[in-house]
């Protein structure tokens, strides 16, 4: 499994975070040409377009981090999953709204500012849903090898089953004692 000084999770949270990024601006162009695709006036390209659509990538991104949906455990669940990414919209929208207010020139059009959110929320969310199918496959899991058999063993193997480390396929445990060989350990592996 590819690892980023020896910690695997940091590149997991760092493709997400990048991912999400290019989704959300992504969904800011899309918003952008559907509402002024056919012609007229576009007031995000007018002034400032790049800023605009970086300041929404920073907040909705920065919402996504203080409401942990860059932790694993957090996206095991698809309905807490999308419940916290709902609440993480609503607070990206309020205070993008704020800074609105005070920095009036950032601001863009009520309709595409609405779609950018909607889309950004659908994007990310089929993004992570797509993420959790293809990480359980058994190609991304990381193979892990318990040694020994006792209480802590299966502490580990209860741990690893049981809370949301989804990235490792338990293969077997070893043991010094011969006579365990072949035999089922507690429950299924």
Same mark, same amino acid.
């Given at each position: ?5 020896? $910690?695997?999770? @940091?590149?997991?949270?760092? +493709? ?15 918003? $952008? ?5 056919? /012609? ?32 694993? $455990?957090?996206? @095991?669940? *698809?309905?807490?999953?999308? !419940?916290?990414?709902?609440?993480? !919209?609503?607070?990206?929208?309020? /205070? ?31 993004? *992570?849903?797509?993420? =959790? ?18 209480? +802590? ?16 396929? !338990?293969? /077997? ?6 006579? $365990? =060989?072949?035999?089922? =350990?507690?429950?299924?592996?």
């Amino acid at each position: 499994m590819f690892g980023l000084n020896g $910690n695997r999770y @940091r590149v997991l949270n760092t +493709l997400f975070a990048l991912v999400d990024s290019l989704l959300v601006f992504g969904a800011c162009l899309i918003a $952008n040409y559907t509402m002024f695709g056919g /012609g007229g006036m576009n007031p995000l390209v007018t002034k400032y377009p790049v800023l605009k659509i970086m300041l929404i990538v920073c907040v909705i991104q920065l919402a996504f981090y203080y409401f942990d949906l860059y932790d694993a $455990n957090t996206c @095991r669940g *698809r309905k807490r999953m999308l !419940i916290l990414m709902l609440e993480a !919209i609503v607070a990206s929208s309020v /205070g993008l709204g704020v800074i609105y207010y005070f920095v009036p020139f950032l601001g863009m059009s009520r309709e595409v500012f609405t779609l950018t959110l909607a889309l950004s929320l659908v994007f990310t969310f089929l993004w *992570r849903l797509t993420f =959790i199918a293809w990480s359980e496959t058994k190609g991304m899991k990381e193979r892990v090898l318990i040694i020994g058999t006792g209480a +802590l063993a299966m502490k580990i193997k209860k741990e690893i089953s049981e809370k949301g480390y989804e990235g490792f396929d !338990i293969v /077997g445990f070893v043991d010094e004692n011969r006579e $365990n =060989i072949g035999e089922n =350990i507690g429950k299924s592996i």
